[in-house]
Structures are given as structure tokens and as C-alpha cells.
């Protein structure tokens, strides 16, 4: 079938704000309170340490949770198998496409750059990642990986006595990498809470693929139509 002709722009268009709308601002006066040094991230009571694998994206390794000066293993390594997408479409061109979409989509990579305000708040550090291209020569690229902490505004944990709560707020230190393939853009998280424990999450978004197919109908479907396109019946 026909596919539309009409032009695409993902630019962004100019809005105007909507009614009740007011400014948001995300600050630390004093500064990211993570730090990282010789390739070892330490916040709170976490060390880890992380690389960006061309293939899989983020990798964590030597995950250690900081207990009364000595620091207790958590994770080795941590990374998120292959996606796995059955097509399902018997037309030439798709039928015998690979169900693991890296495997496509490998040369240079999978990670996309962040983009400052969108991927990552403002105050966001970024880190670039080194991979080969198909000839084998190493390219940089930059801001394939961001690193920020937020305050997701519950607690960690509370309780309620004699009258006042107890508690203390959650904090998470976040590193984020998102990766393209195709049409599709997965944001994948790494969250790490204060209280010790680990989170993954992974967010879909990008532009929906559509393919314009003939209409396959069954036969008394068919046939109700004509008759009220006739005028003798009732559809």
C-alpha cells in the first residue's frame, strides 16, 4: 500500500506554555555529593564502578555497600540480557530479520548521546564512552552516560510515635544511558538508594513503526458491507 508523503520534522516546535505552568529548578549549591576517582564511584555508603559495553550498554561492576568501615559485596557484575523482539511478519524484507536487534545495529554501538534538560537534569555529570568502528578505529564518542542524584520525595523509611514521625528521605544516585535501535529509544537506569538496595528500570519511548497493509476482512463482514452499500440490508 501507498505510504504518506508528507514531510517529518522532530524539531521541537515552539508552545506556548500551558495555563498554571511555573518554572522548576533542580540545584546543589554546594555540588554533586558523589565523587569519582580513579574509575570508582563512591556516594553514601556505595562504591561501584562501570563501563559502557557497545552491545549491551551500561555494565556494573564491584557493586560494595559500606557497613561500620568495612565495604560488603552486593554485585560483581550487573548488566541487562538481549532484547528480544519477534517481528511475526512473513513479507520479504522482515521475514528473515534477526530477533536480536544489536546484532543489526552493532557497528558503533547501540548507546545514543544525552541531551542536557531532556535525558538528564541540568546538573548531571556526563561520561563518554570509547568504541570501534567497522573498520576497527577507535572512536570517542560523547555523552553516552549521565550521573545525578534526585530526591524522589517519600521516605526511606518511617515510622509514627507518641505523637511525631520518625523517618529519613529517600535519596537515589541515578546513572542513566539510552539506547537507540531502529525507531525505539530505551532509557536504562541504574538507581542506587541509600538504604542499601538496587533498582533497574527501563523506560520505552521514541516513534511508533507502522506499515500500511491491505485490509483483510472475513467474508460475511464483506458481504454485510456491500449490502449496505447497496442499499438491501442492514450493516
Same mark, same amino acid.
Given at each position: 500500500?501507498?505510504v504518506?508523503?508528507?514531510?517529518?520534522?522532530?524539531?521541537?516546535?515552539?508552545? &506556548?506554555?500551558?495555563?498554571?505552568?511555573?518554572?522548576?529548578?533542580?540545584r546543589?549549591?554546594?555540588?554533586?555529593?558523589?565523587?569519582?576517582?580513579?574509575?570508582?564511584?563512591?556516594?553514601?555508603?556505595?562504591?561501584?564502578?562501570f563501563?559502557?559495553?557497545?552491545?549491551?550498554?551500561p555494565?556494573?561492576?564491584l557493586?560494595?555497600?559500606?557497613?561500620?568501615?568495612?565495604?560488603?559485596?552486593?554485585?560483581? /557484575?550487573?548488566s541487562?540480557?538481549?532484547?528480544f523482539?519477534?517481528?511475526?511478519?512473513?513479507?520479504?524484507?522482515?521475514?528473515?530479520?534477526?530477533?536480536?536487534?544489536?546484532g543489526?545495529?552493532?557497528?558503533m554501538?547501540?548507546?545514543?548521546?544525552?541531551?542536557e534538560?531532556?535525558?538528564?537534569?541540568?546538573?548531571?555529570?556526563?561520561?563518554?564512552?570509547?568504541y570501534?568502528?567497522? /573498520?576497527?578505529?577507535p572512536?570517542? /564518542?560523547?555523552?553516552?552516560?549521565?550521573?545525578y542524584?534526585?530526591?524522589? =520525595?517519600?521516605?526511606?523509611?518511617?515510622?509514627?510515635? &507518641?505523637?511525631?514521625?520518625?523517618?529519613?528521605?529517600?535519596?537515589?544516585?541515578?546513572?542513566?544511558?539510552?539506547?537507540?535501535?531502529?525507531n525505539?529509544?530505551?532509557?536504562?537506569?541504574?538507581?542506587? =538508594?541509600?538504604?542499601?538496595?538496587?533498582?533497574?528500570?527501563?523506560?520505552?519511548?521514541?516513534?511508533?513503526?507502522?506499515?500500511?497493509?491491505?485490509?483483510?476482512?472475513?467474508? &460475511?463482514l464483506?458481504?454485510?458491507?456491500?449490502?449496505?452499500?447497496?442499499?438491501?440490508?442492514?450493516?
Amino acid at each position: 500500500m501507498p505510504v504518506p508523503t508528507g514531510s517529518t520534522n522532530f524539531e521541537e516546535a515552539p508552545e &506556548k506554555a500551558r495555563v498554571g505552568t511555573t518554572p522548576l529548578e533542580m540545584r546543589q549549591p554546594l555540588g554533586p555529593s558523589f565523587q569519582v576517582a580513579n574509575g570508582e564511584v563512591t556516594w553514601q555508603n556505595w562504591h561501584f564502578r562501570f563501563r559502557l559495553d557497545p552491545r549491551v550498554g551500561p555494565v556494573i561492576n564491584l557493586a560494595g555497600f559500606e557497613d561500620n568501615g568495612h565495604v560488603r559485596s552486593v554485585l560483581y /557484575q550487573g548488566s541487562l540480557s538481549e532484547l528480544f523482539v519477534p517481528y511475526m511478519d512473513p513479507a520479504e524484507g522482515w521475514a528473515t530479520r534477526v530477533f536480536l536487534d544489536a546484532g543489526e545495529f552493532f557497528p558503533m554501538g547501540v548507546l545514543s548521546a544525552l541531551r542536557e534538560g531532556i535525558d538528564c537534569p541540568a546538573d548531571a555529570s556526563y561520561f563518554d564512552a570509547l568504541y570501534s568502528d567497522e /573498520q576497527g578505529i577507535p572512536v570517542l /564518542q560523547s555523552k553516552r552516560a549521565c550521573l545525578y542524584k534526585i530526591a524522589p =520525595g517519600q521516605p526511606t523509611w518511617r515510622h509514627f510515635e &507518641k505523637n511525631e514521625v520518625w523517618g529519613r528521605p529517600s535519596r537515589l544516585l541515578v546513572l542513566r544511558t539510552t539506547l537507540v535501535i531502529g525507531n525505539y529509544d530505551y532509557l536504562i537506569d541504574w538507581r542506587f =538508594g541509600r538504604d542499601g538496595s538496587i533498582q533497574v528500570a527501563v523506560g520505552a519511548t521514541g516513534i511508533i513503526e507502522v506499515k500500511p497493509v491491505k485490509e483483510k476482512a472475513p467474508a &460475511k463482514l464483506l458481504q454485510a458491507r456491500r449490502r449496505t452499500q447497496r442499499g438491501d440490508g442492514q450493516g
